[in-house]
């Protein structure tokens, strides 16, 4: 599904990502760790092509994407979300997630203005759906309530609502659990699995790691932006260089 | 079946505007609803942009401005038809603003603001200067404006024409504002970056909008010297520009009904001030300010805010 | 050939190292707050006017520059009191509307209280032209360039050797850090908001034997003086100095080959062309947002 090729990008004086090579298969749960200051964002922002690389290759689905546009990769399949929660707080929570649905919509300003008859129609089908995915993420009871009004831990599944409006094939999750109590955590978790349940290719950057060994069929370690590990949940855990980086302390 | 709040809005909007000329004594009265009418047109154009799409815009009298020139000169001096001359200056000012939309919009906050400005400026130079055509700081006179050979002449007429026109302009806003295009706009603001990840263009639709903001301005602004019937290089001026900023501001950034009301009151404003001659930039300052401290939303959208707290 | 262009170097130095106090002034206001400041021009006004009326009043000149600057920094203070700071956190398109408004009821009050009569300050030292290689200098743009090197000199002192100058750079490079270690970021503001029309006032002090001054020169300076801030990069000093100097030259070689109508379109020309290419400036720095 996503192939990252000796992938590097450096700013000014700073290799926040330096040679980092790994791959997602598709259908799989794909966990990134690593200390705070590690490139693991820098990485997601380069797949996601908020950043372009310095060097390197990355291929989604088959074809090369490497500093290609956000925009341009939710159009092949790529949906995320952001560590420091990017919600439209001035809008309610149904239309944040319609928003997701963008691509599948009619979004001319012409026919928006005259408002045709099946415009109306895809709208009421939309807003239906967008419905079914906030029940799905758990946050249906705040379907009209404005973004502004909501609580920090129902914002974090909206987003993911909206990711998922997208349809995406692969959907990267940047943080999900962060700032989440523990039982928000175990509620994160169960959805993530219920996400990726439902064919979507996960990857995620997180730092709990209880969520992370519960979750990953594959981890990806890394320190000051060089890929220090790759496994299984069991291999990562064992492996020394990983525990003498950071893991000691918070498993 | 309950009604939208929009939809029970444009009902009173309408009914306003229909029930109004039975209460207006006299030709002044006519003459400033006309003016309202037409200032919460661009109102509204220039709101979609600023209040809804979060971005800035402090030329937007230049556009006005180009589209009344461009009707002033084409019938006074070319003897075109008012209606062809007015698809021309509409025209011209799409193309300006597309050209130039691209890469003012790639800027942000203050650099965007100052770009917007920069523009508005060098067009409102460009009128002033060019006297031959435009006639100057005297200004020059334009012809009344006729479709298909039919003059529209009179308050009753022109009240009839702007009042149509306003109720099709809040129709299409509203529509515009329920739809995927309106909801990726709002997104922009909200997160630009979150838009683009769900697959919005961005810069294409903040494009789009800043073109559709200035050539209503434009069609506007072609009305207003057909109805006034004299131009002066004022319209293009940079404080006409801020007069429409405040009007947006005032009434509620990301509210169609209260562009409306911030047209009304502002357009009001000037003529209650008229005896007072330099008080009226000191009124509009200390509104702009005060507006922006207390009421940052404002007016429309703080009492919808009161209101539903009532409720609750 | 050389007469003219000397001629059209000089008054556009003169006039460019106004914009460069102006700019300056930006600079300042953007450091301590990343707010512009679109009421500079209104101090830059209230300099010139302050001190016309003060003289015609009869006060000597010295001591009417010197109270006009304080008038201008006393209502930069106020400005930053009575409209920035209650707005709190907010937008920035709010903050530039909160300082258009302070523009427009600075500019309207003067307009009031002073009337829209054109006003000339007395030169400060005569008004006898200077030779130079075929072209005139007139005293006063010794004065205009000589004082505003003492200015810049001053505020590099200032900001290399006192506390609060430090603590005013500390603010501009990172306003949580400067909070952190006890600099008072409030203060600092208000602060650079008297700073900074005192720096204007004092150019439009300068300049107003020469150009003359008004209720309603400020738009233009202000915006000027912006486009000088944005072309050198803002929040630099140096940048500052060398936008303000170099927008003036242009301006005036526009003005004497090109076309003196479109003078004051140059400015506006130069910002598009600044914002569309090298939008950070001549020596801004290029930025990435963290996402």
Known sequence: MLKVNRLSKTFGGVKAVQDVSFAVRAGTIHAVIGPNGAGKTTLFNLITGVYTPSDGEIVFDGAAAAGTSPDQLARRGMSRTFQNLQVCMNMSAIENVMVGAHLQLDTGLLAGMLRLPRLGNADRACRAEAQRLMEFVGVGKYRDTHASQMPYGALKRLEIARALAARPKLLLLDEPAAGLNHTETGEIEALIRKVADSGVTVVLVEHDMKLVMNLSDHILVLDYGRKLAEGTAAEVRANPDVVAAYLGASA | ?312 | MLPDFLQFLFSGVTVGAMYALAALGFSLIYNASGVINFAQGEFIMLGGMSAAFLAQAGIPLPLAIGLAVLIAAAVGLLVEKLAIEPAGNAEVVTLIIITIGASLTLRGLVQVFLGKATHALPAFSGEAPIAILGATLLPQSLWVIGVSVALVAALAAFFGGTRLGKAMLATAHNKLAAQLVGVNTRFILLFSFGLSAALGAMGGILVAPITYTSYDVGIMMGLKGFVAATLGGLGSGVGAIAGGLLLGVVEALTAGYVSSAYKDATPFVLILLILFFLPQGLFGKKTTDRV
């Open chain 2, 1 to 312: 079946m309950t009604m939208k709040p929009t939809t029970r809005g444009l009902i009173l909007l309408a009914v306003v505007l229909a029930a109004l000329p039975l209460a207006l004594p006299n030709a002044y009265y006519y003459d400033v609803a006309i003016r309202i009418a037409i200032n919460a047109c661009v109102a509204i154009g220039l709101n979609l942009l600023i209040g809804y799409t979060g971005q800035i815009s402090l030329g937007h009298a230049g556009f006005f401005g180009i589209g009344a020139y461009a009707s002033a000169i084409l019938t006074a001096h070319y003897g075109w038809p008012p209606g062809l001359a007015l698809l021309a200056g509409g025209t011209a000012t799409g193309a300006l603003a597309f050209a130039v939309a691209r890469p003012i919009l790639k800027l942000k906050g203050h650099y965007l603001a100052m770009a917007t400005l920069g523009l508005g400026i060098i067009l409102s130079i460009v009128i002033v200067n060019e006297t031959a055509i435009t006639g100057g700081p005297d200004g020059m006179s334009v012809d009344a404006f006729s479709v298909l050979g039919l003059p529209i002449a009179g308050d009753g007429a022109w009240y009839c024409a702007v009042a149509v026109l306003l109720i099709l302009v809040t129709k299409t806003a509203l529509n515009l504002i329920d739809s995927p295009a309106g909801r990726a706009l709002q997104a922009i603001h909200g997160s630009e970056i979150a838009a683009r990840v769900a697959g919005v263009d961005t810069t294409a639709f903040k494009v789009r909008i800043f073109v559709l903001s200035a050539v209503l301005a434009s069609v506007m602004g072609s009305l207003t010297a057909h109805y006034v019937g004299f131009l002066t290089p004022g319209v293009a001026g940079f404080f006409h520009s801020i007069e429409l900023v405040t009007m947006v501001v005032l009434g509620g950034m990301a509210s169609v009904f209260g562009s409306i009301l911030g047209a009304a009151v502002l357009t009001m404003l000037p003529q209650l001030l008229s005896a007072l001659e330099g008080w009226e930039t000191v009124v509009f300052g200390l509104i702009l300010m005060l507006t922006m401290i207390f009421l940052p939303r404002g007016i429309v959208p703080t009492l919808r805010l009161k209101l539903a707290k009532r409720e609750n």
